[in-house]
């Protein structure tokens, strides 16, 4: 089992910069993937950001240039650096993780979300 947790949302400007960050904790093998996604109220979750372990990355195009996914691997931990916020950035922000916990399979995690909102 792995757990997530998450920290690092907030209220912002129009403008503005949050980072966002989720550490991975539990009997972790390996972590192939991790990622952010977002649910606005009323939408479905989509896709942010994805960083695999050797560093690809992948970025919805409605982020692309604004925000920066890394991890550090030693920490088993994700950040999303995100700048030139927009109000239709506004949502819950949920990490996810694709990894091996030891004697176990592939499977995936979701964290409890985060709020973001960006608003003046």
């Known amino acids: 089992q792995v757990q997530l947790v998450e920290s690092g949302g907030g209220l912002v400007q129009p403008g503005g910069s949050l980072r966002l960050s989720c550490a991975a904790s539990?009997?972790?093998?390996?972590?192939?993937?991790m990622g952010w996604y977002r649910q606005a109220p009323g939408k479905q979750r989509e896709l942010v950001a994805t960083?695999?372990?050797?560093?690809?990355?992948n970025y919805a195009d409605s982020v692309k240039g604004r925000f920066t996914i890394s991890r550090d691997n030693a920490k088993n931990t994700v950040y999303l650096q995100m700048n030139s916020l927009k109000p239709e950035d506004t949502a819950v922000y949920y990490c996810?993780?694709?990894?091996?916990?030891?004697?176990?399979?592939?499977?995936?995690?979701w964290g409890q979300g985060t709020q973001v909102t960006v608003s003046s």
């Open positions: 960083i695999t372990n050797g560093g690809s990355t």
């Open positions: 539990g009997s972790i093998s390996s972590i192939a993937t």
């Open positions: 996810n993780t694709l990894a091996r916990v030891v004697g176990g399979s592939l499977s995936t995690s």
